[in-house]
């Protein structure tokens, strides 16, 4: 789905009374992305806990939820709901090549989903993680502190976004393809 379809298609859903599946305008919201930031933050901390506890399949879960949170905090400073996290990436993909967030690449890769089998993401880790047999497991043991410190990365890198005093718009050639 091209970034301008993730628009368009929420402006028809929403006329239609139903709950929209990609990108909506809305007004700007710092708390809203304060609160995301946090939420972030404590998702992290989860990872300890289940850590501790054995649960190892339940952490890739929260890796990947940290970084999305992330993602809808910086899309709360531009004013953008989503409810798709193929277009959230998009989103943060084109703002970033725009070079209207300093962002790092591999956090919105991290976000991406694929349609392509052959194409693997956090997203199918997260999922064959969660929906699979085991309870815990060597590979996540062996990303534990490579994952954590991308985490912690991408919150400290958000909070710069967030907590700037920038304004942030959606692009106008956004705007215009809507």
């Not at 703002?95 to 989903?113: A, C, M, Q, S, W």
Request: charge should be neutral.
């Amino acid at each position: 789905m091209k970034l301008g379809e993730c628009f368009e298609s929420a402006i028809k859903d929403e006329k239609k009374g139903r709950k929209h599946k990609g990108l909506l305008m809305v007004r700007s919201d710092n708390k809203k992305a304060e609160e995301y930031v946090n939420k972030a933050k404590i998702n992290l901390e989860l990872c300890d806990v289940y850590k501790q506890k054995g649960f190892d399949y339940k952490i890739p879960e929260e890796w990947f939820y940290t970084l999305y949170y992330c993602a809808l905090a910086i899309l709360s400073k531009f004013g953008v709901e989503s409810r798709s996290q193929r277009c959230t990436a998009e989103f943060l993909r084109h703002v970033k090549n725009k070079g209207l967030i300093d962002y790092d690449d591999e956090f919105i890769e991290r976000i991406t989903v694929y349609k392509e089998k052959d194409e693997k993401s956090d997203v199918d880790r997260r999922e064959s993680a969660r929906y699979g047999s085991s309870v815990r497991s060597k590979e996540i043991e062996s990303q534990y502190e490579h994952m954590n410190k991308l985490c912690k990365r991408a919150i400290n890198e958000c909070e710069e976004i967030v907590y700037s005093k920038n304004e942030f718009e959606v692009p106008e050639e956004l705007i215009n393809s809507f």
